[in-house]
């Protein structure tokens, strides 16, 4: 089966540093990997999309600035969150898909970023 | 725009009763539909999908789940719950449009009462 692996699962950082979470599609080439985030007991919220080379789609409300995303090739994807603040601080998720015709997205494993 | 529906934000059932978790989707087009299961701090699993073909779907852990045109839901059940059901799911759904992407359910936590 298709794997994705998100990297960190935890991280905790200081207020106005920036970090950095990858995303990698391990045994297939993911041409589109979405970005969401969950708050606690809620479902998740797609941030953004992206396409291998080119500029990621933000969803309305979400701060292209603050949360970079990067699919400079085509088995990994990154989210910068940049300058964080304690609201900040969330369960991020990111999922592959294979190819253009398939439906199906794959997904990571999570990182909970906390900002103290 | 495209909405999913899942009713219930907690179900509670005993073990090895049966489960039911319901799921609505708002389109004239019926969509591609999943069920998607997390466990806490983890990312999501799939435990079904239906793009075409026969209607009843069978995943894995032996949850299935039931594509009804008519009523346009999508409900998993599963026979007997086991403890390690306990966890989170979530409906989601892919227009068969050009967006590429999922749209999910506002996710049920599953209860399994010894």
């Known amino acids: 089966g298709a794997v994705v692996s998100q990297h960190p699962s935890r991280v905790i950082c200081k207020s106005g540093t920036s970090v950095k979470i990858e995303c990698r599609s391990l045994d297939f080439q993911a041409t589109t990997m979405f970005w969401y985030r969950q708050f606690p007991k809620q479902s998740l919220m797609l941030m953004a999309t992206s396409n291998e080379g080119s500029k990621a789609t933000y969803e309305q409300g979400v701060e292209k600035d603050k949360f970079l995303i990067n699919h400079a090739s085509l088995t990994l994807s990154t989210l910068t969150v940049t300058s964080a603040h304690p609201e900040d601080s969330s369960f991020y998720i990111c999922s592959a898909r294979r190819g253009q015709e398939n439906t199906e997205a794959f997904f990571g494993q999570g990182t909970r970023l906390t900002v103290v | 725009a495209q909405s999913v529906t899942q009713l219930g934000s907690h179900v509670s059932v005993s073990e090895g009763a049966l489960v039911l978790l319901r799921c609505n989707y708002s389109s004239s087009v019926p969509p591609y539909l999943f069920w998607y299961v997390q466990y806490p701090n983890q990312g999501l699993q799939l435990l079904l999908k239906?793009?075409?073909?026969?209607?009843l779907v069978k995943g894995i852990n032996g949850f299935e789940a039931e594509f009804k045109k008519s009523e346009t839901s999508f409900h998993l059940t599963k026979p007997s719950a086991h403890m390690s059901d306990a966890a989170e799911y979530f409906c989601?759904?892919?227009?068969?449009?050009?967006?590429?992407?999922?749209?999910f359910g506002s996710g049920t936590r599953l209860l399994v009462r010894p």
């Open positions: 989601a759904v892919f227009p068969r449009d050009s967006s590429y992407k999922l749209i």
């Open positions: 239906y793009t075409t073909g026969a209607t």
